[in-house]
């Protein structure tokens, strides 16, 4: 059985790079920083969110309930948060060099670090994406169908399963949660490609270090230990 460690906090969304990079934010927009601390794992970051996203690397981005787009700086002061021209609901983030996002109206875009143009417009159509630093990116849509993208053809390749929510940490790691919360991870097996996991979350994120992270819908927060036989 799937084991998930309780963390003191509470969050509404989540994400993570690594084991030591791991941002979420709260269901008033409040961002924070995880810092291993057992009597204070969080720092609060200035600022306020609606959706964040953490890259192995430490890159970190996020954008707020109106669909502005921020990166953070890792000023704690005044200038933590540096606005980015465009409109996003979803954000994900592998490193600095691939970072995507979804807007309300299920567009996808991809980050080209062009300060004149910084996104490219992806053909489909998603409503939540995931994306890795090896360059893996996955993404669901308004259906619940599971995608995968191929940058050699700039397509998506459909994947068996349905999922409301998808988080990638690398092409070995990609996790998901469906409409009623149950939690699933990838297997690569074409005839079962999906693996179900014991518990309940509303958000997961999957580090590149193969660390999970997940919210449930009342706001816990939760690690993933792993499989025991019990």
Do not use: C
């Not at 810092?35 to 890159?59: Q, R």
């Not at 997961?204 to 025991?228: C, E, L």
């Amino acid at each position: 059985m799937a084991h998930w460690k309780n963390i003191t906090g509470g969050l509404s969304a989540i994400a993570v790079g690594s084991r030591t990079v791991v941002w979420g934010v709260n269901s008033g927009s409040q961002i924070y920083h995880y810092t291993n601390h057992d009597n204070n794992p969080w720092t609060g970051i200035p600022g306020g969110l609606a959706d964040i996203g953490a890259g192995v690397d430490g890159t970190v981005w996020g954008v707020n309930s109106g669909g502005s787009i921020y990166r953070y700086t890792g000023d704690t002061e005044d200038n933590a948060w540096l606005h980015v021209p465009g409109k996003l609901s979803r954000i994900s983030v592998g490193s600095r060099t691939n970072v995507w996002g979804v807007d309300s109206i299920g567009g996808i875009f991809r980050y080209t670090g062009d300060d004149a143009d910084p996104w490219d417009r992806i053909p489909g159509g998603l409503v939540d994406i995931g994306a890795a630093a090896d360059g893996t990116v996955w993404g669901v849509n308004s259906s619940q169908q599971i995608y995968r993208y191929t940058w050699t053809a700039n397509h998506w390749v459909g994947i068996s399963g349905g999922l409301s929510r998808i988080d990638v940490g690398s092409r070995t790691s990609v996790w998901g949660v469906n409409s009623s919360g149950q939690i699933y991870r990838y297997t690569n097996d074409d005839e079962n490609p999906w693996v179900g996991v014991h518990g309940t979350l509303s958000d997961i994120g999957a580090g590149a270090d193969g660390t999970v992270w997940g919210v449930n819908s009342g706001g816990s927060v939760f690690r993933y230990t792993g499989d025991s036989p019990n």
